[in-house]
């Protein structure tokens, strides 16, 4: 399903990089906070982007904003994508806080994604919600 690592952003549509680092965004903030680690991960993969240094810096900012899961779900148009957003979201946060783990599984939930996909992702990334 995945034809790239979803944090690869090189290759990634400027509508697919900005939903993706929104995603990530969104996730590192479900526990109530961005924490330094998160926002260095952010921009990390923001900065492999293709976008212009305009749209990333304008992105970037947005990144400190809270922003509305629902919002996002909603411009969500493939599966690929929905995999993506799980994805870039779970390489994100601190999978052992709880909270982040009630995040995750609601995300999936709120994704649409199957049961062996969310299995699969967690794996790839060493967690078993």
Do not use: W
């Amino acid at each position: 399903m995945l034809d790239r690592a979803p944090s690869d952003f090189r290759t990634a549509s400027a509508q697919e990089t900005h939903i993706l680092v929104l995603a990530m965004a969104t996730a590192a903030q479900a526990d109530g906070e961005l924490d330094a680690t998160e926002l260095g991960r952010i921009r990390g993969r923001l900065q492999t982007s293709s976008l212009d240094e305009e749209s990333r810096t304008r992105l970037e900012r947005m990144v400190e904003e809270p922003q509305c899961l629902e919002g996002l779900v909603r411009r969500i148009d493939t599966p690929r994508l929905a995999a993506c957003f799980y994805a870039v979201s779970l390489a994100t946060v601190d999978k052992n806080a709880p909270i982040n783990r009630s995040y995750l599984r609601y995300l999936a939930q709120r994704l649409g994604l199957p049961a062996d996909l969310v299995v699969r992702l967690n794996r790839q990334m060493g967690l078993r919600l």
